[in-house]
């Protein structure tokens, strides 16, 4: 039995972040201009700090600039809001991240809604969700772009393609269904109340999982032939590594889906990698925006 093509997300990630070092090259010399990213962590959640030192490592890695605040656990919902409204002003910076998840004290939807639209990198802003919905220019969420982006590598033509996103997070779910829509797809957007789930699975072309579940979609959820993203980054305990141990696996079960599908992205390896190179995409494209240049096709 032939296995599925494993979609190399990590590979396509370094020649993107290769390209869009390349364009700030250009645009700094062209246009005096350095594409600028700050990044806001509040607290000292592990995690996060890792997430937030490989952003910045990237962000210079792509000849951009990099502005990190790191504030102390403590931090007032009001102090944050006035960092926000001074980088909304600093010209230096171009992307505005917040890195979640906030402090529960702290209104995630009034912080996300401070930042200016055009600076708002992540896509989370009201006004960028309504353009995107509409077709019209928006900063877009990184991973489902990152998504699309590895589709659109692996399958010449998505017209027409029966899509089965499951998941309906405003990260990743709803913002996916939108860009396939906007790529011909017929798009149906499911979740945990959704009747006959793994029939619908199986009608799919194109199954993008997004539910945070270990290993949820099996391999008889999965139209033979189709391609799979696998958005999810799940950490199980792995005893057969020693006691305590723990390995990530996606929502899909990944061994399974290579004996029926097309193609199939890993975890990890697959769409991960391709989140920070869509974030300095985006930088990218709102510096240039901001200073009425032409950005670059990446």
Request: hydrophobic share 45%; charged share 25%; aromatic share 2%.
């Amino acid at each position: 039995m032939t296995q599925a093509r494993i979609i190399d997300g990590k590979a396509f990630a370094a020649g993107l972040r290769q390209r869009i070092g390349k364009a700030a090259t250009e645009i700094k010399a062209r246009h005096g201009l350095t594409p600028g990213l700050a990044v806001v962590l509040v607290g000292e959640d592990p995690a996060s700090q890792v997430y937030v030192r490989n952003k910045a490592k990237q962000t210079v890695e792509a000849g951009m600039e990099s502005f990190e605040h790191r504030l102390p656990e403590d931090t007032s919902e009001q102090d944050l809001l006035s960092l926000i409204a001074r980088l909304n002003q600093d010209i230096r910076v171009h992307g505005i991240l917040v890195q979640l998840p906030l402090p529960e004290r702290i209104d995630e939807i009034k912080v996300l809604a401070a930042i200016d639209p055009e600076k708002d990198v992540d896509g989370f802003h009201l006004i960028n969700v309504g353009r995107l919905w509409t077709g019209t220019d928006a900063l877009v969420p990184c991973t489902p772009v990152g998504c699309t982006m590895l589709l659109k590598d692996t399958i010449d033509d998505l017209t027409g393609l029966r899509v089965l996103i499951l998941g309906r997070s405003n990260i990743v779910g709803k913002p996916m269904a939108a860009l396939l829509l906007a790529e011909n797809c017929t798009v149906t957007l499911a979740h945990s109340r959704t009747v006959d789930l793994a029939e619908r699975c199986r009608e799919a072309d194109i199954l993008v999982a997004a539910v945070g579940r270990p290993e949820m979609v099996r391999g008889d959820w999965i139209k033979p032939g189709a391609t799979v993203i696998d958005v999810g980054i799940n950490r199980i305990p792995a005893p057969e590594r020693g006691e305590g141990k723990t390995r990530l696996v996606g929502d899909v079960a990944f061994d399974e889906a290579m004996a029926v599908a097309g193609a199939v992205t890993p975890v990890p390896g697959g769409v991960g990698p391709m989140t920070i190179a869509c974030l300095l995409r985006n930088t990218l494209v709102a510096a240039c925006r901001q200073h009425c240049v032409e950005a670059p096709d990446l």
